[in-house]
């Protein structure tokens, strides 16, 4: 099956799906003034990856958290990465085997996970519900409860909204988005997850949610 409105977007996709990989890379370069790595590992930190770990990146665009995870999780470790995007999946796929990384990138939308239940220990979406309309969203976030295990973590981290005087070169580069933290926080309760952590990132205007599904529940609920 096909995604009518654009041929090379899965079924049901809605949301902003970028196609520019290489310019994506070069505005996160300016964002972290040439320090993604590092910024990379502090949102890591942030999701208390072990080794071994079974782990998702939704709406993984070029790749970079997925590789630093699966640089985190070792070889023991699997890590899957989707996105509606073709274009950034083929530049995700060429930088995992620069790095000689295995990331497994999958041509999905957020919305309908491509997963079986109860798959994944932890589950990553960075700067990606902002791409999406509210009920997509919503969709999204039931979809990661849906393949995370009993006791797995969801970590969500996105803009707050800035004041229009604090925005700089970068943010008429590139307009983003935002979503409000207490929006998040009430979208994860609503799927079922707890809250386990809030608060700003300390980059820019970036703030966090990392949840968790509740242990001891077998079957995960379907949407
Ligand atoms: C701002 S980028 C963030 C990429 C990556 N998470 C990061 O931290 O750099 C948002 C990504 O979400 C993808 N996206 C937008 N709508 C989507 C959808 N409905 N399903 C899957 N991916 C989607 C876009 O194609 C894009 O790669």
């Given amino acids: 099956?096909?995604?009518?409105?654009?041929?090379?977007?899965?079924?049901?996709?809605?949301?902003?799906?970028?196609?520019?990989?290489a310019l994506?890379?070069?505005t996160v370069w300016l964002m972290t003034l040439g320090r993604e790595r590092a910024f990379?590992?502090?949102?890591?930190?942030?999701?208390?990856?072990?080794?071994?770990e079974s782990v998702l990146d939704v709406g993984c665009g070029t790749g970079a958290l997925a590789i630093e995870a699966k640089r985190h999780v070792g070889p023991t470790g699997t890590v899957y990465g989707i996105?509606?995007?073709?274009?950034?999946?083929?530049?995700?796929?060429?930088?995992?085997?620069?790095?000689?990384?295995?990331?497994?990138?999958?041509?999905?939308?957020?919305?309908?996970?491509?997963?079986?239940?109860?798959?994944?220990?932890?589950?990553?979406s960075t700067i990606m519900?902002?791409?999406?309309?509210?009920?997509?969203?919503?969709?999204?976030?039931?979809?990661?409860?849906?393949?995370?295990?009993?006791?797995?973590?969801?970590?969500?981290?996105?803009?707050?909204?800035?004041?229009?005087?604090?925005?700089?070169f970068l943010a008429h580069f590139h307009r983003h988005g935002h979503v409000d933290?207490?929006?998040?926080i009430a979208m994860l309760g609503d799927a079922g997850l707890n809250i386990v952590e809030s608060g700003a990132v300390g980059i820019r205007n970036l703030?966090?949610?990392?949840?968790m599904a509740p242990r001891g529940d077998q079957s995960a609920r379907k949407t």
């Fill in 181 to 184: 933290l207490p929006d998040i």
């Fill in 207 to 211: 703030q966090f949610a990392l949840a």
């Fill in 1 to 21: 099956m096909t995604n009518a409105a654009n041929p090379n977007l899965p079924p049901g996709t809605t949301g902003l799906v970028l196609r520019r990989a």
């Fill in 83 to 124: 996105d509606a995007s073709p274009e950034m999946l083929v530049r995700a796929d060429r930088k995992a085997r620069k790095a000689g990384l295995e990331v497994v990138l999958k041509h999905a939308a957020a919305q309908a996970l491509p997963f079986p239940d109860a798959q994944f220990d932890a589950a990553l």
């Fill in 40 to 52: 990379r590992q502090r949102i890591l930190n942030l999701a208390h990856l072990e080794p071994g």
């Fill in 24 to 26: 994506y890379d070069l």
């Fill in 129 to 168: 519900l902002h791409h999406l309309p509210r009920k997509a969203r919503e969709q999204c976030v039931r979809e990661i409860r849906r393949v995370l295990k009993p006791g797995g973590r969801l970590l969500v981290v996105d803009f707050a909204a800035s004041a229009p005087k604090k925005r700089d």
